[in-house]
């Protein structure tokens, strides 16, 4: 299927709308009706968005209409259409730009806004609105959990292997934007060197700090949302514990095998002993044998990598759902399913490998070829089972009826497999292994290497 094009909606390029206008689209009745029409047999849909501040800068949210295979494939059952916002990159210095360490998350709250103002010209209900992302995009929905000017724009969300604690303090923000400055090589005139360098050398620049802070303390990460005390007051963890953060029902998990990924294509987590090690010297070290105890064959690789998979993914995680258990109904799940050529590389039920269910990705050429040497009957049956939970949930605010409630009595979690199950407490041993373990969320700024 082709997507559309802006032109078929008698809609202009959004890059040259977003430069010359300042408010969001909204539809024209000729728009609005031709629309719905327009989707049918389409799969993405285009509107364009401005962004926020005096940067000329664009969001551009798309409109997918997310389908659900049913039978032997071929009928199509659209049940939603999925809002994805790209995150805006400004370059904002000065004291009227405070809240620039979170202009993405900002550029969120303005598509949730406009969400709210228009998508009723769409065909769209805006007082039942779900989002939902993955890794980054769940972490952006973990945030927003915790961020007060997004009350009200949504009603439910799904965070898919977010890294709920990977936000900054403003202290260790500065920090790090510093640093990011000084590897421009300019570092005594920040407005001076964000104006004059490229695009090559601003992801440069990001690229060795992101590996110096991944040397000097593993298991952190310099981009991302910052705790500034206003549009994000505190960590989303801080704020479910709380009792603050947006008392909406909540789809969040992670999958089997999250780290396996990471050393083959984004060597960014602390899965090596050494690296582990400095990670747990550097924040609680009387938990380190605790921890790597409950992992079974450490310090080998398999076991090393599954260990800086759950401290980055499942562990803050496990303990978001355990908190926002209190406040709204959360549903809890691991996505375990894995097909054979996933295991022959390696990966397993890797971060990231979820979305292949979520749409639909086995019904395609490159995941019938994935499923050659066996796994397409249970890869079918593990697409069909995310995606009627996931529009179930989008719907209604809960998933379908034989998924219950997590809770800190049972902590039922659904296990999507080839056989999916409901499983009380899995892998509880590893849960009560890092029970009461911070990382560096206790700390202000970073803490200095022994």
Known sequence: ???????????????????????????????????????????????????????????LPILHRLAQNRGNGKRRDPRALVLAPTRELAIQIGEEFAASGNVGNLDLVR????VRDNIAGFGGDPE?????????????????????????????GIAESS??????????????AREFVGFLGNGDNAAQALDSADVTS???????????????????????????????????????????????PLIIGTNSREGTLFPKILDALPTNPERIDKMFSLTDPDARDRVVEAYPGYPGEAAAIDVGGDFT???????????????????????????????????????????????GIN????????????????????????????????RTGTPMDHWPTYDEATRSTMIFDARTRVQRDPRRDRRQAWEGYRGYASQKTEPSAT
């Open 363 to 394: 019904e395609t050429a490159f995941g019938k070829l994935m499923t050659v040497p066996g796994g397409r009957a249970a890869f079918a049956h593990v697409t069909e089972q995310v995606q009627s939970n996931w529009l179930h949930f989008a």
């Open 1 to 59: 299927m082709n997507p559309l094009k802006f032109s078929d909606l008698g809609l202009s390029d959004p890059i040259q709308l977003a430069l010359k206008s300042r408010n969001p689209l909204t539809p024209t009745p000729i728009q609005a009706k031709a629309i719905p029409e327009l989707l049918k047999g389409s799969d993405v849909l285009g509107i364009a968005q401005t962004g926020t501040g005096k940067t000329a800068a664009f969001a």
């Open 313 to 359: 993914f499942w562990k803050p995680s496990l303990e978001l759902a355990e908190a926002h258990s209190r406040l709204a109904p959360t549903f809890s799940y691991r996505f375990d399913f894995a097909p054979r050529v996933m295991k022959w590389l390696g990966l397993h039920a890797t971060h990231g490998f979820e979305l292949f269910a979520v749409f």
């Open 163 to 176: 890294a709920p604690g990977l936000v900054a303090t403003k202290e260790r923000a500065t920090e790090w």
């Open 202 to 248: 601003l992801g440069r620049a990001g690229t060795k700090l992101a590996f110096t802070v991944l040397n000097r303390t593993p298991g952190l990460h310099p981009f991302g949302p910052v705790i500034d005390g206003d549009f994000l007051p505190e960590n989303p963890l801080d704020a479910c514990h709380a009792g603050s953060a947006h008392q909406v």
């Open 111 to 114: 598509s949730l806004e406009w």
């Open 128 to 156: 039942n609105v779900t989002i939902f992302g993955e890794s980054a995009g769940g972490n952006a929905v973990t945030t927003l959990l915790a961020t007060p000017a997004a009350r009200g724009l949504f009603h439910r």
